[in-house]
């Protein structure tokens, strides 16, 4: 598949569920109205659609949520997306996780072919933690993370960078991750849904970041990508790599192989437009796949150059449906 801009389409995010058991303030409102059940696709149409891409050229998938790990099931269509990767018709499958659920499910995850998993954590402070996350516990998302390790799983530490909240954590969240051989990757806040916070008051620029951690850090450049928006450098003192998602101070869209779709079965082409293609319909509608097939071409034509993202003074974010409804 590829799109108007010439960019060949390679990586599929998908959201298994907009539901999530915490409530981030970065990315959630705390009274959020979830989809109802109806609405959801099930395991059987997200294994049906995934397979549909898989045959059109997607090479990686990632499974996001709201918090994968939370929907009944998820790990039949883990085990479903492991074989084509063991087949060769998939070279990667991942997960982005906050972690919570991660203890009980890390040994499944590495046996259904999983060799990589994101785990998002903003900082290492519990009562900060419990904070921003409404009411989590980090002992709860640490012993997912080490239970994780053990299976073998190579971690990545996705941290938000959050202006005067966790500015102060970057350098002990890189030494952290090295003594622990984990990649860390920071994100500037994007403007995604209506969360009851002013955007401004949260957006911290990672060229601001980076210059700090330069000062105690010797960060080297590095040719390294896994197929996402990050841009990686080389942390010398520690061996790890830190990665750099910045969509709002520099966007990442020149180089965009991904599209994503919700749980509710609609594809967005671009993470920061709102136009959409509904695939639920021609899914539901027919066994046979060609209606779908010709939706999703639809969709990948009309992938946008770029995306708008922007922070205005009010708050009010460009893009309206929140990031649990898309998929991170």
Known sequence: MIDRQGRKITYLRVSVTDRCDLRCVYCMAEDTRFLPKAEVLTIEELDRLCRVFVRKGIRKIRLTGGEPLVRRNVMALIAGMGDLVAD????????????????????????????????SLD????????????????????????????????????????????????????????????????????????????????????????????????????DYRTGGPARYVEVAETGRRLGFITPMSHNFCES??????????????????????????PLRSSESDLPLELAIDRAVDRKPEGHDFVIERDGVPTVHRPMSVTGG
């Open 88 to 119: 060769g018709s998939l070279d990667e499958l991942t997960l982005t996780t906050n972690g919570t659920h991660l203890a009980r499910h890390a040994e499944a995850l590495a046996a259904a072919g999983m060799r990589r998993i994101n785990v």
């Open 256 to 281: 965009c192989n991904r599209v994503r779709i919700t749980c509710s079965g609609t594809l967005f082409p671009c993470l920061g437009q709102e136009e959409a293609i509904d695939l639920k319909q």
């Open 123 to 222: 900082t290492l402070d519990p009562v900060r933690f419990q904070g921003l996350t409404r009411w989590g516990r980090l002992d709860q998302v640490m012993n997912g993370i080490m239970a994780a390790k053990a299976a073998g799983l190579a971690v990545k530490i996705n941290a938000v960078a959050l202006k005067g909240v966790n500015e102060d954590e970057f350098d002990r969240l890189v030494d952290w991750c090295g003594r622990q051989v984990f990649d860390l990757c920071l994100i500037e806040t994007m403007p995604l849904g209506e969360i009851h916070a002013d955007r401004i008051d949260q957006y911290l620029p990672l060229s601001e970041v980076r210059a700090r951690l330069e000062r105690n850090w010797t960060l080297k450049a590095t």
